[in-house]
Nanobody
Framework: VQLQAYGGGLVQAGGFLRLSCVAS????????MAWYRRSPGQQRDLVAV???????EYADSVKGRFTISRDNAKNTVYLQMNSLKPEDTAVYYC???????????????????WGEGTQVTVSS
């Protein structure tokens, strides 16, 4: 089981980026999916979370600019980031709570996984 994130990069202030994260493995249910970020010298903070049913929550700093969505058929979560600001510069991490079948057919429930981070840099 793993999470793989895509879509980071360098963009000017006011621009946009779209991040994607795919969960793969012998997964039979993906529960909450989320994006976190860590700016230099800071702790990792929640950016947005989406439930399996589509309910969303956002950090105050990104409300109205970022949109989290998911495709349950593809075990994929997206983060559309518009009107980017230099303070959005950070390493972005995807997170998912997964139910899956492990080795020897053992079922695991509500296991939290992290993807490797993807760098987003917003220039002023």
């Amino acid at each position: 089981v793993q999470l793989q994130a895509y879509g980071g990069g360098l963009v000017q202030a006011g621009g946009f980026l779209r991040l994607s994260c795919v969960a793969s493995g012998n997964i039979f249910r993906v529960n909450d999916m989320a994006w976190y970020r860590r700016s230099p010298g800071q702790q990792r903070d929640l950016v947005a979370v989406i439930s399996n049913g589509g309910s969303t929550e956002y950090a105050d700093s990104v409300k109205g600019r970022f949109t989290i969505s998911r495709d349950n058929a593809k075990n994929t979560v997206y983060l559309q980031m518009n009107s980017l600001k230099p303070e959005d510069t950070a390493v972005y991490y995807c997170n998912a709570v997964l139910d899956y079948i492990g080795d020897m057919g053992v079922e695991f429930y509500n296991q939290q996984y992290w993807g490797e981070g993807t760098q987003v840099t917003v220039s002023s």
